[in-house]
């Protein structure tokens, strides 16, 4: 009896793992072919002022007293950012020469991270303070992850995941703090007359894309919690 109720208590936690391995998998891929195809629909549209990314990103900035920062461009697709360090901001190939809905869907984005720091956005503080600690503690979290299921230590398996859940709140807190970008730049682009307001939905639908993968990005993570967690019920 012990015998048998250990054996279908292991399938059952096995099987929760394999589940939480799939959704999250399914999750993430969901969340990237949603954008890769809102990218490419919107990446075909160009905008009605026909201005290019680099442009907009200009008048943004410009317009909110923050001429010093650069814009700079960098290879590859969908790799666009704003570093305050540097107060720089790097825009694709595919957005700072183009014209397109994309195009300045995304630069207006990175222009809203720098907003952000101008007026000093609370989450993004929080964020940037816990950056260091997240990427450390998720480090730590996996080899003691690693050491815990090899030596079977079960109270350092459970270290681990506890350490995991500074990467977890990172990237809980990164959730408002690109949404609210995502919403300053809505808000410049019409104050600016940069779009028209049939071309508002095609920016927030690229914007929403964009920001889905942040949640996926989150929801996966702690599938992966759940997952790890069922294989040391299972031991």
């Known amino acids: 009896m012990g015998v048998e109720s250990s054996y279908y208590s292991g399938l059952v936690y096995n099987s929760t793992g394999m589940l939480c391995f799939y959704v999250a998998l399914a999750i993430t891929a969901l969340a990237s072919i949603i954008l890769r195809i809102v990218n490419r629909k919107y990446s075909a549209i160009e905008n009605e002022k026909g201005v290019t990314g680099y442009e907009v990103a200009k008048r943004i900035l410009s317009n909110n007293g923050l001429d010093d920062i650069k814009i700079g461009q960098i290879g590859g697709s969908l790799t666009d950012y704003y570093n305050n360090s540097t107060r720089e901001i790097r825009l694709s190939n595919s957005v700072y020469d183009e014209k397109t809905i994309a195009a300045i869907a995304v630069a207006a984005h990175e222009c809203g991270h720098?907003?952000?720091?101008?007026?000093?956005?609370?989450?993004?503080?929080?964020?940037?303070?816990?950056?260091?600690?997240?990427?450390?503690?998720?480090?730590?979290?996996?080899?003691?992850?690693?050491?815990?299921?090899?030596?079977?230590?079960?109270?350092?398996?459970?270290?681990?995941?506890?350490?995991?859940?500074?990467?977890?709140?990172?990237?809980?807190v990164t959730i408002p703090v690109e949404f609210d970008a995502s919403r300053r730049a809505r808000k410049e682009l019409i104050r600016l007359g940069l779009i028209d307001e049939s071309e508002t939905k095609g920016v927030k639908k690229m914007l929403h894309a964009a920001g889905f993968t942040y949640i996926a990005g989150l929801l996966s993570s702690i599938l992966e919690i759940f997952r790890l967690l069922s294989y040391v019920r299972k031991k």
């Open 114 to 172: 720098a907003l952000q720091y101008k007026e000093g956005y609370g989450p993004i503080r929080v964020r940037n303070g816990v950056a260091k600690i997240a990427s450390i503690g998720n480090t730590i979290g996996y080899i003691a992850l690693a050491i815990g299921f090899l030596a079977s230590i079960t109270g350092l398996v459970y270290i681990g995941v506890a350490l995991m859940f500074f990467a977890i709140f990172f990237q809980l």
